[in-house]
């Protein structure tokens, strides 16, 4: 067989293998489209080369034509890849593409007629083109489109990144030794010298500029290193059962070598798409890897901002709480000298009027003492004063004070302690005072009507406070949350004057006392009962 086919078909195989495993590797990407084109072309431009010496089927002038004729989408691919590449989808404008597809359209159709290559001389056995009227037309638009091609790579390179640049520098130098060497010896040598000798390489010397594009795309694409080799493998396996379909002496030798052939081919197709699969799971995963962490730092970065604004809320609820208490307690003064009667005697309606001041007074006191303390607690700056005492007298003379405000509402306050036991324990009694006030007022406030009625016991080595009332009772759904601040339960509908907070600092401070609260309800309108648990100190 002649060398010269084996060759040609070597390399064409080479070509539109390239072509094609960087087409499998993204099916939708525009720039792979584009080089599986230039491929495909390069591959029946260098065949019509080869048989325009070597002709079958047809005369030596039909496939010279066939080489103009393929030579012009081949340039105009280059062209259109070159101003697409490295971008998944079609860049170029419209207008320009439709102008350039015509044109492109109308030199190819020249082409096969005796416009621009009228027919062939033979000198000493070998053919001369002879030009026609309209090959200066040809070559004036292949010079153009190769000049545009160059120009745009060198304004692509000015403008590229790092990794983009030496994309760029590959596709350059192997675009300019390819057609530079097939200017020379494809049309010069061969127009001016009659010199066939060197289109028998000229897919050698495209092969550069293939190769070079194929280079780009896979620096640019970061293609896995387990998938270049897999395609290698698989490349040399089907080349070695080519090459035996070549050779092959007889019928059954060349059937068996064509089915080796055919074997490899699929089992390579089939093998390298399950390598690209498995490195797009792995692309896939180390952007979810990315995101993951990109997502993490955002949240870091949005904690923080949080942190910060929650840490000026605090510091805005302690100024503020801070410059309430100063007309707070002259309001309450001056109230409390206007009940005396330091002022004169007062009617019985005003009288009243100016009770229910002194109790709105009195309970915003409370409020803002308990956003003070809050604002403590957040900041660390809360100080407890630690000292053993009797629990039991803290309970009752609490509940003294506030029997004269149960009273007003209605509401029975009981206490039932044993009069046997003292029930010692180490804490701030001030502190625990406000635990106490908290709760039983909080009962105050969700109970119409009824009694409220506060129970301490011990338990072991522990001292348990009950306070349980049959007011508005708490749902199992919000029972879990009644401690966490500016919650207010299902009973918020029944005193919209409640803070939110009172119970929260509760929490906070038995923690600190290493003690526990909780609450326990059978459901709405069933009551509840909260618990105070604290450790008891024993003499």
Same mark, same amino acid.
């Given at each position: 067989?002649?060398?010269?086919?084996?060759?040609?078909?070597?390399?064409?195989?080479?070509?539109?293998?390239?072509?094609?495993?960087?087409?499998?590797?993204?099916?939708?990407?525009?720039?792979?489209?584009?080089?599986?084109?230039?491929?495909?072309?390069?591959?029946?431009?260098?065949?019509?080369?080869?048989?325009?010496?070597?002709?079958?089927?047809?005369?030596?002038?039909?496939?010279?034509?066939?080489?103009?004729?393929?030579?012009?989408?081949?340039?105009?691919?280059?062209?259109?890849?070159?101003?697409?590449?490295?971008?998944?989808?079609?860049?170029?404008?419209?207008?320009?593409?439709?102008?350039?597809?015509?044109?492109?359209?109308?030199?190819?159709?020249?082409?096969?007629?005796?416009?621009?290559?009228?027919?062939?001389?033979?000198?000493?056995?070998?053919?001369?083109?002879?030009?026609?009227?309209?090959?200066?037309?040809?070559?004036?638009?292949?010079? /153009?489109?190769?000049?545009?091609?160059? $120009? !745009?790579?060198? =304004?692509?390179? +000015?403008?590229?990144? &790092?990794?983009?640049? #030496?994309?760029?520098?590959?596709?350059?130098?192997?675009?300019?030794?390819?057609?530079?060497?097939?200017?020379?010896?494809?049309?010069?040598?061969?127009?001016?010298?009659?010199?066939?000798?060197?289109?028998?390489?000229?897919?050698?010397?495209?092969?550069?500029?293939?190769?070079?594009?194929?280079?780009?795309?896979?620096?640019?694409?970061?293609?896995?290193?387990?998938?270049?080799?897999?395609?290698?493998?698989?490349?040399?396996?089907?080349?070695?059962?080519?090459?035996?379909?070549?050779?092959?002496?007889?019928?059954?030798?060349?059937?068996?070598?064509?089915?080796?052939?055919?074997?490899?081919?699929?089992?390579?197709?089939?093998?390298?798409?399950?390598?690209?699969?498995?490195?797009?799971?792995?692309?896939? /995963?180390?952007?979810?890897?990315?995101? $993951? !962490?990109?997502? =993490?730092?955002? +949240?870091?970065?949005? &904690?923080?901002?949080? #942190?910060?604004?929650?840490?000026?809320?605090?510091?805005?609820?302690?100024?503020?709480?801070?410059?309430?208490?100063?007309?707070?307690?002259?309001?309450?003064?001056?109230?409390?000298?206007?009940?005396?009667?330091?002022?004169?005697?007062?009617?019985?309606?005003?009288?009243?009027?100016?009770?229910?001041?002194?109790?709105?007074?009195?309970?915003?006191?409370?409020?803002?003492?308990?956003?003070?303390?809050?604002?403590?607690?957040?900041?660390?700056?809360?100080?407890?004063?630690?000292?053993?005492?009797?629990?039991?007298?803290?309970?009752?003379?609490?509940?003294?004070?506030?029997?004269?405000?149960?009273?007003?509402?209605?509401?029975?306050?009981?206490?039932?302690?044993?009069?046997?036991?003292?029930?010692?324990?180490?804490?701030?009694?001030?502190?625990?005072?406000?635990?106490?006030?908290?709760?039983?007022?909080?009962?105050?406030?969700?109970?119409?009507?009824?009694?409220?009625?506060?129970?301490?016991?011990?338990?072991?080595?522990?001292?348990?406070?009950?306070?349980?009332?049959?007011?508005?009772?708490?749902?199992?759904?919000?029972?879990?949350?009644?401690?966490?601040?500016?919650?207010?339960?299902?009973?918020?509908?029944?005193?919209?004057?409640?803070?939110?907070?009172?119970?929260?600092?509760?929490?906070?401070?038995?923690?600190?006392?290493?003690?526990?609260?909780?609450?326990?309800?059978?459901?709405?309108?069933?009551?509840?009962?909260?618990?105070?648990?604290?450790?008891?100190?024993?003499?």
């Amino acid at each position: 067989m002649n060398i010269g086919l084996i060759f040609t078909l070597i390399i064409s195989f080479f070509i539109i293998y390239l072509g094609a495993i960087t087409l499998l590797h993204d099916r939708k990407n525009i720039t792979n489209k584009l080089f599986f084109l230039i491929s495909i072309v390069t591959v029946l431009w260098a065949s019509c080369n080869y048989f325009s010496l070597q002709p079958i089927f047809f005369p030596t002038i039909f496939w010279s034509r066939l080489v103009l004729f393929f030579a012009v989408p081949h340039i105009f691919l280059f062209f259109l890849f070159i101003k697409n590449f490295p971008k998944p989808y079609l860049v170029i404008p419209k207008k320009e593409f439709f102008i350039l597809s015509f044109l492109s359209l109308f030199v190819m159709s020249l082409t096969l007629t005796p416009y621009i290559f009228k027919g062939l001389i033979h000198n000493n056995d070998i053919p001369k083109p002879i030009p026609g009227v309209m090959m200066p037309l040809f070559g004036f638009f292949i010079i /153009l489109l190769l000049i545009f091609s160059m $120009l !745009e790579m060198v =304004n692509k390179y +000015l403008h590229a990144d &790092n990794i983009e640049k #030496k994309s760029w520098v590959v596709m350059l130098t192997s675009f300019s030794f390819s057609y530079i060497s097939i200017i020379i010896t494809n049309f010069i040598l061969v127009n001016i010298n009659g010199d066939t000798r060197f289109i028998l390489i000229a897919p050698l010397l495209m092969l550069p500029s293939i190769l070079g594009i194929a280079y780009s795309i896979k620096k640019y694409r970061l293609f896995n290193v387990k998938a270049i080799a897999t395609e290698l493998i698989v490349f040399i396996l089907v080349s070695v059962s080519l090459i035996q379909i070549i050779l092959a002496q007889s019928s059954t030798q060349l059937i068996f070598s064509f089915s080796i052939f055919i074997i490899f081919l699929i089992v390579g197709i089939l093998l390298i798409r399950s390598v690209y699969s498995e490195v797009e799971q792995r692309e896939r /995963l180390e952007v979810l890897r990315l995101r $993951l !962490e990109e997502s =993490n730092l955002n +949240l870091e970065v949005a &904690n923080d901002k949080l #942190k910060g604004l929650d840490a000026l809320k605090t510091e805005f609820v302690s100024l503020a709480s801070h410059q309430l208490r100063s007309p707070l307690t002259a309001i309450k003064g001056y109230t409390s000298m206007l009940l005396e009667g330091d002022y004169g005697e007062i009617n019985p309606k005003a009288k009243e009027t100016i009770e229910r001041v002194m109790q709105s007074s009195n309970n915003l006191t409370l409020v803002v003492e308990d956003l003070l303390n809050v604002a403590k607690i957040e900041q660390g700056g809360m100080k407890y004063d630690m000292v053993k005492f009797n629990f039991a007298e803290l309970v009752k003379s609490t509940i003294k004070d506030l029997s004269i405000t149960a009273e007003k509402k209605g509401l029975k306050l009981t206490c039932k302690i044993s009069r046997l036991k003292e029930y010692f324990v180490n804490g701030d009694e001030d502190k625990l005072r406000q635990v106490l006030i908290n709760l039983i007022d909080n009962s105050m406030k969700y109970t119409q009507k009824g009694k409220i009625e506060v129970v301490l016991s011990d338990k072991g080595d522990k001292v348990v406070l009950q306070i349980k009332d049959t007011g508005a009772g708490i749902s199992k759904e919000t029972i879990d949350t009644i401690f966490e601040k500016f919650s207010r339960g299902d009973g918020a509908r029944l005193n919209a004057s409640g803070s939110g907070i009172g119970l929260y600092l509760v929490r906070e401070i038995m923690k600190a006392h290493n003690g526990r609260v909780w609450v326990e309800s059978d459901g709405i309108g069933k009551g509840s009962t909260f618990l105070v648990e604290i450790d008891e100190v024993k003499d």
